[in-house]
Structure formats: C-alpha cells, structure tokens
C-alpha cells in the first residue's frame, strides 16, 4: 500500500520569510497530492492539491511542486504570516470515477511563525 | 454552501458505555469515510464505504463499526469506549474532484 512520509516535523520561520515541507511517496499509481492546513481543535483543510499531469501549482502565497519520477512533492510558503501557524499535512491518493480512493496522510508538519 | 457536516463537535462519553458520532454531507458524494486522530497524528482510516458497499482497513478494531443508512448520513459506533479511544474523529467525502473533511467531533472517555 500507499506510504507517504514527511518532513520536517516541525519548522519555525521568520515572518515574512518562506517555509518549504517535503514529502515523499512510494505507489506510483497515486495521482492526487493534496495538502491540509489543520488548526487546533479543527478538521483539515485542503489548501492546494495538485495531480499528476501537472508539475507546479500556485495559488497566491501557495505553491506545490510534484516530481513523478522521484516520487516527491513540495509545498512552499512565501511571505509567511502568523496566521500561517498550524500542522500542515501532505497526502496521496489514487483517483478514479469508479472506485473510492484512500488518502493516505503523511505525518505532519508544525509550522510556527516567529514575529 | 455544500458541505460536510458532523454532530456533536465535543462528545463526552463513560468508559464502557456506547457511542455514536454522526456525519452528514449535501455534496451527494458516493464515498464516505471515517478517519481517527489522535493528538497531533496523521489521521488514520478506519473504513469507508463507496456508495452501500463498505470496507474496514485490516487493522480497525472491533469495537468500531459503522452504518450508512442513505448517501447523506453515516455514523461511527463505538461498543465500548476505551480511554484509548480518545481522540478526534473525522468524517470525509470524496469525488474524482477531491475530499472535503468535516470539522471533527472530539470524543473523550471517562
């Protein structure tokens, strides 16, 4: 099955500078990358996601880079603000119209911004 | 909006004593799922269904099992709550387009 790691478990950046997470995965038939930012006491929330068919995705502040070949995936935080202060989590699932799929997460990151 | 709802967001239970948490979706998503996490962890899978059909991963307990009466309701019984069973549990939707979390019921066991 599906094993996806990640790091670094936990990351402190300057305000304004930028945050870089990692991860890696190991089925080649996953086709979906998702991202979560999770605040305290609250479900996970998709911030960005990209597939397989697309190298690099951003939106705004947001950035995710997919490396098919190595099996690995980034995210990247430019311009970092305090709100940006949460367990952000990775995850990779294979997709399709006819079956339900598994998201499998990767371990989580705690990203703190120092002011 | 289209969403997926989940009932009670804190949930206090006795040692022993069953319980249920329920989730609810208006996105008419055909898969449903239920994932445990505890303090700071990755969510874990326990099951999911596609549509009525309903698989448990290999390694969820017993002691969880779950119902899903029609494509908008699905609930997560716990027999008997252990104090290991603590945690925060979270329901998803998903579609070729993505998943769509809840925002979690915190269970805990006293």
């Known amino acids: 099955g599906e094993n996806v790691e990640q790091h670094p478990s936990t990351l402190s950046v300057q305000e304004g500078d930028s945050a870089v997470i990692k991860c890696t995965y190991s089925?080649?038939?996953?086709?979906?990358f998702p991202w979560y930012k999770q605040e305290l006491g609250k479900g996970p929330q998709l911030i960005i996601d990209?597939?397989?068919?697309?190298g690099e995705k951003k939106d705004q502040r947001i950035a995710v880079t997919l490396n098919k070949t190595a099996k690995h995936f980034s995210l990247h935080i430019t311009e970092t603000q305090p709100e940006d202060s949460a367990v952000y989590f990775c995850?990779?699932?294979?997709?399709?119209?006819?079956?339900?799929?598994?998201?499998?997460f990767g371990s989580g990151t705690r990203l703190s911004i120092r002011p | 909006d289209a969403m997926v709802i989940q009932n009670p967001r804190y949930q206090v239970t006795q040692f022993g004593k069953p319980v249920t948490l329920s989730c609810s979706q208006t996105?008419?998503?055909?898969?449903m799922y239920w994932y445990q996490q505890k303090s700071s962890q990755a969510p874990k899978l326990l099951f999911h269904?596609?549509?009525?059909?309903?698989?448990n991963e290999a390694d969820t307990p017993d002691n969880f099992q779950s119902r899903r009466p029609n494509t908008s309701f699905c609930f997560l019984d716990i027999r008997s709550p252990g104090l290991g069973d603590a945690a925060m549990y979270l329901c998803?939707?998903?579609?070729?387009?993505?998943?769509?979390f809840g925002s979690g019921t915190r269970l805990t066991v006293v």
């Open positions: 998803a939707t998903s579609s070729y387009d993505g998943y769509t």
């Open positions: 089925d080649s038939a996953s086709n979906y």
């Open positions: 990209i597939r397989s068919n697309v």
């Open positions: 995850a990779a699932a294979e997709t399709g119209y006819s079956s339900a799929s598994k998201i499998i």
């Open positions: 996105l008419n998503h055909n898969v």
């Open positions: 269904y596609y549509d009525k059909d309903f698989n």
